[in-house]
């Protein structure tokens, strides 16, 4: 399960909304990084498209609250 969660200012509607923009990803080698990787790729992108974050999901909620991100990724499983 990914989730992402961008700025309410309805400037991103699409994936391709996150096209050179700051989009936190989780930290290198994390499996969050891993999803997005993978995500991204499904959808025609890599991380070359966006302007990626390393960082993990405390900081990067932080990085959202201070505008100085347009999103976060966010990875989850499905319960059974």
Do not use: C
């Amino acid at each position: 399960l990914l989730q992402i969660t961008v700025q309410n200012d309805d400037s991103i509607q699409h994936i391709e909304d996150l096209v050179g923009k700051k989009v936190v990803v989780g930290g290198p080698g994390s499996g969050d990084n891993a999803h997005v990787v993978r995500w991204l790729g499904a959808a025609g992108y890599t991380m070359d498209d966006i302007d990626a974050q390393y960082v993990g999901t405390t900081e990067g909620f932080d990085m959202m609250k201070d505008g100085q991100a347009a999103g976060i990724t966010v990875t989850g499983s499905v319960p059974f």
